[in-house]
């Protein structure tokens, strides 16, 4: 692993020359929101908007399954944000 601040840092044996091709692929892949390295560069991150609460709840819901299935536990928020406008006579 690069002594380099701003690299990426991968979790104890993890073999960085493998995991830098996959890393590279989901930081480049085009979308609305794409992955991004986190400012400690210990993770990645993406944001998702839905449009409603139930929508949201289905998808960390399917999340939480994969990463129990695969021993994975990652950090994450929900925020939710609503959006008002008022209208002035």
């Given at each position: 692993m690069p002594d380099d601040p701003g690299s990426p840092r991968f979790a104890q044996g993890v073999n960085y020359d493998e995991a830098?091709?996959?890393?590279?692929?989901?930081?480049?892949?085009?979308?609305e929101s794409s992955w991004s390295l986190t400012?400690?560069?210990?993770?990645?991150?993406k944001k998702y908007r839905f449009k409603t609460f139930r929508t949201t709840?289905?998808?960390?819901?399917?999340?939480?399954?994969h990463c129990m299935a695969e021993r994975h536990h990652p950090e994450w928020a929900n925020v939710r944000f609503i959006q008002a406008s008022e209208d002035t006579c």
């Open positions: 830098i091709p996959e890393l590279t692929k989901l930081l480049n892949e085009p979308s400012q400690d560069a210990n993770g990645i991150q709840w289905a998808f960390m819901n399917s999340v939480a399954e």
